[in-house]
């Protein structure tokens, strides 16, 4: 999308969701409005001519800031500027996220104790790396008549892996299976 003002043309990213479009310039359509100089210092209400007359006499571009208020704020500032500046901030916010990753071992009650043994050194590696482990147990057919044994499992998971993780989620039954979430321990 092409937005054009004063003579040069900026080309807007569409890639930003959370890109807000801005009304500047001519596109303002309030009688009034509360401005902002290119200080940052608060004039007050202004008639929108007043406002247009001062963003021209300082060279810069009048853009709405918060259309919703009442009356709705303007402010004096280089709309290309406003728009990077922006930019950059959001693409800091996103680089400071921090991704939170689940991962799963999958079980069953008659899973040997060998078998099982690797899983949980998978898990405690996972949550030695700040990962978040669900522990699942399956079960299949007549199993599901003795759920005793996969609590029994799942405690001795926690217990084993209690050195490096707290219990978030306790087991807990849903359908045909029983799980519990474990999380890295807080050092």
């Known amino acids: 999308m092409l937005v054009k003002y004063r003579n040069s043309i900026i080309e807007e990213k569409k890639n930003i969701s959370s890109r807000q479009e801005y009304r500047i310039n001519e596109r303002i359509r309030a009688e009034k409005v509360r401005l902002v100089d290119e200080t940052g210092e608060n004039v007050g209400i202004v008639s929108i001519d007043e406002a247009f007359r001062r963003a021209n006499d300082a060279g810069l571009d009048l853009v709405e800031i918060a259309p919703n208020a009442d009356p709705p704020v303007c402010k004096i500032i280089n709309y290309s500027k406003f728009l990077y500046e922006k930019e950059k ?41 700040g990962m978040k482990v669900r522990v699942t147990i399956r079960f299949r057919g007549r199993e599901i008549t003795y759920p005793e044994l996969a609590l029994q499992d799942l405690r001795d998971i926690a217990e084993e892996l209690s050195d490096v993780s707290e219990i978030e989620q306790p087991p807990n039954m849903e359908g045909r299976s029983m799980f519990m979430m474990l999380i890295p321990k807080k050092s």
């Open 89 to 129: 901030k959001e693409r800091e916010a996103r680089k400071a996220q921090t991704k939170i990753e689940i991962k799963e071992i999958r079980l069953r009650p008659k899973t040997s104790d060998h078998h099982q043994g690797f899983k949980v050194r998978n898990a405690r590696r996972w949550l030695e790396s």
